[in-house]
C-alpha cells in the first residue's frame, strides 16, 4: 500500500458521500425531541435509594451501638455491621456522582470509564459480601437481638466462640488477597475471570473487560 | 394575552433552535453517518442509532461549550453514544415516544447500486474499521477523517504521544491486512 492510496481512497469516498448523502430533516422533525426521557435517570434513582437505604441503616446502627455500649459483643458486631454498611453507602454516593458526571460531549476515555465503574457496581457488593464472611456471626448477633430480642452470644459455648474467633482471625488475611485479586486489572488470569463471571454474571464481566481495554488503549 | 404571546415567543425560539440544530446536522452529517456505518452492521440498528445520536446531540445542543469545534464536539457525543450502544448498554439509551422507520440519513441512488460503486477498497476499509475494537474503531475513524494528533487526543481524552503511537500501529494491521487480502485476490 503506497503512502498516498489511503487518503486517495478516503477522498474518494468522502467525495463519493458528498454527492449521494442527503439529510432527511423531516425525520428529525418527527422525533419528539423535548419528550426524550434518559434511562439513566432510572439507573440514578435506583442508586439513590441505595444511598438514602444505606444512610438510614446507618443512623440505625449508631444508635444500635450507642444503646448496647456496654454490652462488647453486641457494640462490636453493631460496629462491623457500621463499617461494611459505610462501604457500602461510599461505593453509593461515588456511583451517584459518576452518574451525574456522565457527559457525552466530555473526552470518549474519561466517559467511557465511568460508564463502566458504574455497570461494575455489583462487584463491590459481592467483594462485601465475601469480606463478611468469617464476621457473619455479626448480623446473626445483632439480627437476632434486633427482631427476636434475644442476646444469643450468652447461650454460646465459650470454647466454640474461641475456635471460631481464631479460625476466622486468620480467614481474613486470605479473603483480603484474594478479594484484591478480584479486578479487571488480572482479568488476564483465568481463574479471576471465571470467579468474576461467575460471581457477577456476564453484564459486570463485560464492564470489567472494557475498563481492562481502556486502561490498555490509554497505555 | 401575556401568556398567549409568552407562549407563541417560546415555541418561535424552540423553532428557531430546532431549524438552526437541523442545520448544524445538515452540515456535519457525514460524521454522523461514518460513526454509525463503522459501529453498525445491522441497517435496523443504524436507524436505531441514527435516532439515539441525534437525541444525545439535541439534550447537549444547549450547553455547547464554543471553546471546542462543533465537529469536536459531534464526534465525542456521537462516538460515545456509537460506543454505548454498540456495548448494548440499553439502560443509557434514551426513549422517544415514536418514532417512524424512515431513517435520517438518505443515500440518493439506491442502496445496492451504491454498494456496486463503492471501490473495492473503500469496502476492504470499512470491513478492516469494523474489526476493531470499539476505541481503536474510534481512532481509526478520526484518523481517517484527517483529524490532527491533538484533536484526536482531545476528542478521545489520551495523550498526543499516545495517539501518535496507536495510529502507527493500526496503519501497520492496516497496511498488512490489505496487502493479505490483495494477494488472495491476485491468487
Redesign the interface.
Known amino acids: 500500500?503506497k503512502p498516498n492510496?489511503?487518503?486517495e481512497?478516503?477522498s474518494?469516498?468522502?467525495a463519493?458521500?458528498?454527492?449521494?448523502?442527503?439529510?432527511?430533516?423531516?425525520?428529525?422533525?418527527?422525533?419528539?425531541?423535548?419528550?426524550?426521557?434518559?434511562?439513566?435517570q432510572?439507573?440514578l434513582i435506583f442508586r439513590s435509594i441505595e444511598v438514602v437505604t444505606f444512610s438510614a441503616l446507618l443512623l440505625f446502627l449508631g444508635s444500635y451501638i450507642a444503646n448496647h455500649w456496654f454490652s462488647t459483643h453486641l457494640a462490636v458486631s453493631g460496629g462491623i455491621l457500621f463499617v461494611f454498611t459505610l462501604i457500602a453507602l461510599i461505593g453509593s454516593i461515588g456511583q451517584v456522582t459518576l452518574l451525574n458526571q456522565i457527559?457525552?460531549?466530555?473526552?470518549?476515555?474519561?466517559?467511557?470509564k465511568k460508564?463502566e465503574r458504574v455497570?461494575a457496581h455489583v462487584l463491590l457488593f459481592v467483594k462485601l459480601l465475601f469480606l463478611s464472611g468469617p464476621v457473619w456471626w455479626a448480623y446473626s448477633l445483632v439480627a437476632i437481638d434486633v427482631f427476636l430480642d434475644t442476646d444469643l452470644y450468652v447461650h454460646l459455648d465459650p470454647d466454640f466462640v474461641q475456635r471460631y474467633l481464631i479460625i476466622n482471625g486468620v480467614l481474613i488475611f486470605p479473603l483480603l488477597w484474594f478479594l484484591n485479586k478480584l479486578s479487571f486489572k488480572n482479568l488476564h488470569l483465568k481463574w479471576v475471570r471465571t470467579i468474576i463471571s461467575w460471581v457477577t454474571g456476564t453484564k459486570t464481566q463485560?464492564a470489567l473487560t472494557?475498563l481492562k481495554?481502556?486502561e490498555e488503549?490509554?497505555? | 394575552m401575556w401568556k398567549a404571546q409568552d407562549n407563541h415567543l417560546r415555541t418561535k425560539m424552540q423553532t428557531t433552535k430546532k431549524e438552526r440544530f437541523i442545520g448544524l446536522i445538515d452540515e456535519h452529517k457525514k460524521i454522523i453517518y461514518k460513526i454509525v456505518n463503522s459501529y453498525c452492521a445491522n441497517p435496523a440498528d443504524r436507524k436505531d442509532l441514527e435516532q439515539e445520536i441525534i437525541i444525545q446531540l439535541w439534550d447537549a445542543f444547549d450547553k455547547y461549550n464554543p471553546e471546542f469545534k462543533y465537529s469536536t464536539w459531534m464526534y465525542r457525543i456521537a462516538l460515545n453514544t456509537a460506543i454505548s450502544y454498540y456495548r448494548k448498554e440499553k439502560k443509557w439509551h434514551t426513549k422517544t415516544d415514536s418514532f417512524d422507520n424512515a431513517t435520517i440519513f438518505h443515500l440518493r441512488t439506491e442502496e445496492t447500486e451504491h454498494r456496486e460503486q463503492m471501490n473495492k477498497k473503500v469496502e476492504m476499509l470499512q470491513h478492516f474499521i469494523q474489526s476493531l475494537n470499539e476505541l481503536n474503531k474510534a481512532l481509526m475513524l478520526l484518523y481517517l477523517e484527517e483529524k490532527s494528533h491533538s484533536e484526536i487526543a482531545e476528542i478521545l481524552g489520551i495523550s498526543k504521544t499516545n495517539v501518535a503511537t496507536k495510529i502507527g500501529r493500526i496503519k501497520l494491521k492496516l497496511k498488512n491486512e490489505f496487502l493479505k487480502n490483495l494477494n488472495y485476490e491476485t491468487e
Do not use: C, G, H, W
Open positions: 500500500m492510496e489511503l487518503n481512497i478516503l474518494a469516498y468522502d463519493k458521500l458528498d454527492r449521494i448523502l442527503s439529510l432527511n430533516s423531516a425525520s428529525i422533525q418527527k422525533i419528539n425531541l423535548q419528550k426524550t426521557k434518559k434511562k439513566t432510572t439507573v457527559d457525552y460531549s466530555k473526552p470518549v476515555v474519561e466517559i467511557r460508564i455497570n463485560q472494557s481495554q481502556i488503549f490509554e497505555n
